[in-house]
């Protein structure tokens, strides 16, 4: 019963930290410099891409299809940044630690005499298993940075 509780309060903590973090920052957006791609999601959900031009505190403005476009702040859900995609960088990631998390795995329950033979040929069909899974799941983490999430006050 302690090891639960235990459990429960270090994910209670994680997840208290997470609630705090300065994500929801409007003045965050004050870092961004003029001409760089970004993409604010509005409260419809509707996602307009364009290059930064300024912000006030009250509003975001950029230029979208070479039209000068504001939204104002309270109807802004997020706001993303969209240069330095990260992708191939996650999906590396994601296949390197798939590939050791299934080898170690298939290794430790591998038979020493199954009907591949020893426990290194386990290992490396789970490396094989693992490292596709984790490329998968690694090409399909998010790869733009959230300057800006109304979602987080």
Known sequence: MR??????CILGISC?????????SW?????LRQ????QVV??????????FS??????????ENATDQTTERRDVRSVKLMEHSHRLRNTLIGAGVGAGAGAGITAAA???????GSKGAGAAVGAVIGGISGA???SLLPSHSTIYSAGSH
Do not use: C, N, R
């Not at 509005?42 to 290059?51: A, L, N």
């Open 27 to 31: 003045a965050k957006l004050s870092a």
């Open 42 to 51: 509005d409260v419809t959900s509707k996602k307009h891409s364009g290059v």
């Open 54 to 63: 300024s912000v006030s505190d009250t509003s975001i403005s950029y230029k």
């Open 3 to 8: 090891k639960i509780l235990f459990l429960i």
């Open 110 to 116: 591998w038979e020493d005499h199954g009907f591949l």
């Open 16 to 24: 208290a930290s997470l609630a705090q973090t300065d994500q929801a």
């Open 35 to 38: 001409g760089q791609k970004i």
């Open 136 to 138: 998968i799941i690694g």
